[in-house]
């Protein structure tokens, strides 16, 4: 598969409408449910910020490419990590399952923090790189030498993954398996390009969104 700046724009404009559809039901059938019903807006906006890193690789501006590449580390480092298990904080019902979503999402912000703070802070924590059609972000990280990136990568997947299985709702779950297959499938094939491949596969999946909510949104109003 070949990705580029016209891919990764193409996934950001898809997103824009059924980002539309899922902030205005969201908005009809609960306030809970709007951290979930904002993936697709800020996968979109990721995919424009990675889309710009494309173009800055191809024009060769390393400033563009520095700039851009530092924001889309910001989603993909920080972000996620964070809003994923706080948006299914938001739907669950069940106390335990409350307070473990919240601790996860205090535990990933701070595993974020660490990784991006230094990036931003120091300019050679972090180059881009071409690989086979890819983008790799090298970045170097403060748990270097403690732990192996193979442990880091298991640490961010099961922040992600189990939040996700850990929702009430069974449509969320399935979506969490739709991502889960989604980074199987990049490990193997993407491996050195992890993050850009994963969260590209991620961005599109997240149109599926709209059929939760579309759902959720269908079953508020037959109970009503």
Same mark, same amino acid.
């Given at each position: 598969?070949?990705?580029?700046?016209?891919?990764?724009?193409?996934? !950001?404009?898809?997103?824009?409408?059924?980002?539309?559809?899922?902030?205005?039901?969201?908005?009809?059938?609960? $306030?809970?449910?709007?951290? *979930?019903?904002? #993936?697709?807006?800020?996968? =979109?906006? @990721?995919?424009?910020?990675?889309?710009?890193?494309?173009?800055?690789?191809?024009?060769?501006? @390393?400033?563009?490419?520095?700039?851009?590449? +530092?924001?889309?580390?910001?989603?993909?480092?920080?972000?996620?990590?964070?809003?994923?298990?706080?948006?299914?904080?938001?739907?669950?019902?069940?106390?335990?399952?409350?307070?473990? *979503?919240?601790?996860?999402?205090?535990?990933?912000?701070?595993?974020?923090?660490?990784?991006?703070?230094?990036?931003?802070?120091? &300019?050679?924590?972090?180059?881009?790189?071409?690989?086979?059609?890819?983008?790799?972000?090298?970045?170097?990280?403060? #748990?270097?030498?403690?732990?192996?990136? @193979? &442990?880091? +990568?298991?640490?961010?997947?099961? /922040?992600?993954?189990? =939040?996700?299985?850990?929702?009430?709702?069974?449509? /969320?779950?399935?979506?969490?398996? *739709?991502?889960?297959?989604?980074?199987?499938? &990049?490990?193997?094939?993407?491996?050195? &390009?992890?993050?850009?491949?994963?969260?590209?596969?991620? !961005?599109?999946? =997240?149109? =599926? /969104?709209?059929?939760?909510? $579309?759902?959720?949104? +269908?079953?508020? +109003? /037959?109970?009503?």
């Amino acid at each position: 598969m070949c990705f580029s700046a016209t891919a990764s724009f193409a996934v !950001a404009a898809v997103l824009v409408p059924a980002g539309a559809y899922c902030v205005s039901t969201a908005s009809q059938i609960g $306030a809970r449910w709007m951290p *979930l019903a904002v #993936y697709p807006v800020v996968f =979109s906006i @990721q995919q424009a910020v990675e889309g710009v890193v494309w173009l800055g690789i191809d024009s060769g501006n @390393q400033a563009v490419v520095y700039g851009a590449s +530092r924001g889309f580390m910001f989603f993909s480092h920080f972000f996620w990590l964070a809003w994923v298990p706080f948006s299914m904080f938001c739907l669950a019902d069940i106390q335990w399952r409350r307070r473990l *979503l919240l601790g996860m999402s205090a535990a990933g912000a701070f595993f974020g923090l660490t990784t991006i703070l230094p990036i931003y802070l120091l &300019t050679d924590w972090l180059s881009v790189e071409l690989v086979e059609h890819s983008i790799e972000y090298k970045a170097v990280m403060i #748990y270097d030498g403690v732990f192996s990136r @193979q &442990t880091l +990568r298991g640490a961010y997947g099961f /922040i992600i993954l189990s =939040s996700l299985f850990l929702a009430p709702n069974w449509w /969320i779950r399935f979506f969490g398996g *739709l991502i889960a297959v989604s980074l199987l499938g &990049t490990s193997v094939f993407f491996s050195h &390009t992890l993050i850009s491949v994963w969260c590209f596969f991620a !961005a599109v999946i =997240s149109a =599926s /969104i709209v059929v939760v909510l $579309a759902i959720e949104h +269908r079953c508020a +109003r /037959i109970a009503a």
